[in-house]
């Protein structure tokens, strides 16, 4: 199989003319039943091979992280004695980033390459934060809320300077969302630092803060995706991966505030959530992104359960929830695109520009800018 990157850099490589490769798209697309735009395409797996890489890239990550845990033990270099060492993490940003330099820059492997671009990021960030624990060393009690804060700060800006060189390097699409991660992260420091309390007197406060942060990534997400209403070039998937990051920052805030986490939602708040499922339903058909229903899924399979529950359901009531919740998708997933047209078709005209097309007819990758 080829992907919608393989056709655009065999454009860019003169190996197929950008009128070829777009003809290639239509027809595709008429073997469908529904338009290469409402597919939401994205390149995670290629072959199994890619499966095979990255269980072998798993296991090798695993061991140098024990082997750089062992070496900082003997060299004294962990946090309380017995705790982490800065070490493990260095040792697996380092093999990640050499891994990457074989089968993400030279072999193109999609799902090693996401892999190996968290494994990087994750890895930094680890690194920067135990380095910097070690060097602080125990805060006093009153102050412990401000220093981690500074230092999950400090460890964001690192990870989000590795996520950029990263991205110059080797162009993975989910490594801008990695980046807004660690941006997030810098932000939240931030918060609990200025607060000066723990994060579980300021719930709330930090809740506020990742929404607002969310409803951030989302904007960002959708700017990558009106600069490809096609969706037939790489700003496509990395919009894709950028709405998976904000999805749960917004819903998890959300139903959280709504107190549907202290597990006594009454039936007005199950109402609520099915409403705002509702609304989050329909944002997703207008900018044809699927992750806020998948985000908010949990939620809304609690808050419908607990109303069977209130009308007497009892035993039935998380049969009957799947049932109703799993036929809605399956519904509005055989008929995504005739719901999509009664959605986007009723938006001003200003905004339907920016969201991905309706027909069936792709852009030409000639006449989309490039990623």
């Known amino acids: 199989m ?4 393989d056709l655009d850099e065999a454009v860019a490589a003169g190996a197929l003319s950008a009128d070829a490769a777009a003809s290639l798209r239509a027809f595709v697309d008429t073997q469908r039943s529904s338009p ?3 597919e939401e395409s994205f390149r995670l797996i290629t072959g199994f091979n890619d499966i095979f890489v990255s269980i072998a890239a798993a296991i090798l990550l695993f061991a140098v992280g024990w082997i750089g845990q062992s070496i900082g033990q003997s060299m004294g270099l962990v946090i309380d004695h017995d705790g982490p060492s800065p070490l493990a993490p260095l040792f697996v940003a380092g093999t990640a980033w050499g891994l990457a330099l074989f089968f993400t820059a030279r072999r193109r492997m999609a799902l090693p390459s996401i892999l190996l671009l968290l494994a990087f990021v994750g890895g930094v960030f680890a690194t920067v934060g135990f380095g910097v624990v070690l060097g602080v060393g125990e805060p006093p009690n009153d102050q412990e809320a401000l220093i981690g804060g500074i230092i999950a700060s400090i460890s ?7 996520a950029w060189l990263h991205w110059k390097r080797f162009r993975v699409p989910i490594t801008v969302a990695a980046g807004a991660a660690a941006a997030s992260a810098i932000v939240v420091g931030i918060v609990i630092a200025a607060l000066g309390r723990s994060p ?13 942060l969310g409803i951030g990534v989302f ?21 894709f991966w950028l709405h998976l990051l904000a999805a749960p920052m917004i819903v998890h805030p959300v139903f959280t505030l709504l107190g549907l986490n202290d597990g006594t939602a009454t039936i007005g708040e199950g109402l609520v959530v099915i409403a705002l499922y509702v609304a989050l339903g329909i944002t997703a058909l207008a900018i044809d992104r699927r992750a806020l229903l998948v985000s908010a899924l949990a939620y809304v399979l609690y808050a419908l359960s607990e109303l069977f529950k209130q009308v007497g359901a009892v035993e039935l009531n998380i049969a009957l929830t799947a049932l109703v919740i799993g036929s809605a998708l399956l519904l509005l997933s055989a008929f995504w695109h005739q719901a999509r047209s009664l959605v986007v078709r009723r938006l001003p005209d200003a905004l339907q520009s920016k969201l991905p097309l309706l027909d069936r007819a792709a852009s030409s990758p000639s006449h989309v800018p490039a990623a």
């Not at 080829?2 to 990157?5: E, F, P, T, V």
């Not at 964001?156 to 590795?162: E, R, S």
């Not at 960002?220 to 969706?231: I, L, N, Q, V």
């Open 2 to 5: 080829y992907s919608q990157n």
């Open 36 to 38: 290469a735009v409402d």
């Open 156 to 162: 964001g800006a690192v990870a989000a300077a590795a």
């Open 200 to 212: 579980d007197e300021v719930e709330d406060i930090i809740l506020g803060a990742v929404l607002l």
């Open 219 to 239: 904007l960002f997400a959708m700017r990558w995706d009106s600069s490809d209403p096609s969706r037939v070039t790489r700003r496509s998937d990395v919009a």
